[in-house]
């Protein structure tokens, strides 16, 4: 990595007082180990979502160790707290970088990818999907991005059509204060595609403890809809606010709310409408679906299928097409890695990436509303 730039980027993380984590140690490195390195939100208002997305991946590495055992490539995945900060990521991923990880993968603060994004253009590593659809990531002038879900502009477009069709005039907006510029724009273009303008949009801190101001808000606009781009913990307990408010409208949440928003809702028989950038956890007929939980049994730690859960195997298992294809041509480095991916078409059984000549490796977006009693109703 260019020094200056490095020093920089320290300069600017060490402002926040962040102290820089040790990595965890790793079975010795050789010729057929393939490192992989993450930050995610392991602590903090994210941690649910952070550990989900890491046994994912991990799940998908741990098949690969078994199947690929004969030829000795073992993959390897270390990861390091971030507590959904976005100066601790970045300092996560410039000490992953420097300790030789073969590629990035499935950071969960999107905030924090944004931030780094000089930091992997400068050491030319592939950053594999990061569980988000943050559109500060995805300019068409970022070469190490490589994306296995839709992005939020389709989520808002879909999420804003659903608005439009059932004829809602009131809606509200609820967004992260920290979110990316191009979130914003994406947001209001499909408003405006429709000519919809909200009634109320509120920025919110995603670490705050009390939401209450924020919901009384919303209950005194009298909405008909309010659309989150949040994390699960400020939805969860603004819905919960609104819910003993008796309001009457309709809650649409993005997929960032993830798994732990669905275990939220149905431990307290509350029902909402998501997006879903996965297959369902509960389409055991589709083949990414069933594998996903039967190679979540191999990492004997208690991991179930849900939603986050299966978005990071999808990366994981993306990871080990890429580096099986890779490591054919010779001793697997950081280009050979990023040349496999962009030329990577991939059906993972009911769920299909493609890279070639984009960074975009799915559109996909589901529709469902989570029932009052945790069920996904299309």
Do not use: W
């Not at 499909?190 to 919303?218: C, H, M, W, Y």
Request: charged share 15%; aromatic share 6%; net charge positive.
């Amino acid at each position: 990595m260019n020094m200056k730039r490095r020093n920089l980027l320290l300069a600017a993380s060490g402002a926040a007082g962040v102290s820089l984590l040790p990595l965890a140690p790793s079975r010795a490195a050789g010729a057929r180990t393939i490192s992989f390195g993450q930050s995610a939100s392991l602590t903090g208002g994210q941690a649910s979502y952070g550990r989900d997305v890491q046994n994912g991946i991990a799940a998908a590495f741990a098949a690969a160790n078994t199947t690929e055992a004969a030829t000795g490539l073992h993959f390897d995945l270390q990861t390091l707290d971030d507590g959904g900060v976005r100066s601790r990521c970045m300092k996560n991923v410039m000490q992953l970088v420097e300790s030789g990880s073969t590629a990035l993968i499935g950071l969960t603060s999107g905030a924090g990818a944004e931030a780094c994004v000089p930091v992997i253009e400068d050491a030319q590593i592939a950053m594999l999907g990061t569980a988000s659809g943050n559109m500060g990531i995805r300019g068409s002038n970022i070469s190490g991005a490589f994306h296995v879900r839709a992005g939020y502009d389709a989520e808002y477009k879909r999420m804003v059509g659903y608005v439009k069709d059932f004829g809602m005039q009131r809606i509200g907006v609820v967004y992260l204060n920290d979110t990316s510029k191009a979130n914003m724009e994406a947001m209001n273009a499909a408003l405006s595609a429709l000519s919809i303008q909200p009634k109320v949009s509120i920025g919110i801190d995603r670490n705050a403890t009390s939401f209450d101001g924020i919901a009384n808000e919303l209950l005194a606009a009298r909405l008909d809809c309010v659309l989150f781009t949040a994390n699960a913990g400020p939805v969860g307990k603004i819905i919960d606010h609104l819910v003993r408010g008796k309001y009457a409208g309709l809650f649409y949440a993005s997929s960032f709310a993830g798994q732990d928003l669905i275990d939220t809702l149905t431990s307290r028989k509350q029902s909402c409408v998501m997006s879903m950038v996965v297959p369902r956890p509960t389409q055991m007929g589709v083949n990414v679906v069933a594998q996903c939980q039967r190679d979540l049994a191999l990492l004997n730690n208690g991991a179930r299928l849900g939603i986050t859960t299966l978005e990071g195997y999808i990366s994981g298992r993306i990871a080990v097409e890429a580096a099986l294809a890779a490591a054919k041509a010779g001793t697997l480095n950081r280009a050979r890695m990023k040349d496999s991916l962009a030329g990577l078409r991939s059906d993972l059984g009911g769920y299909k990436v493609e890279f070639a000549g984009t960074p975009h490796g799915s559109r996909y977006v589901d529709l469902i509303a989570i029932d009052r009693y945790g069920r996904l109703v299309g």
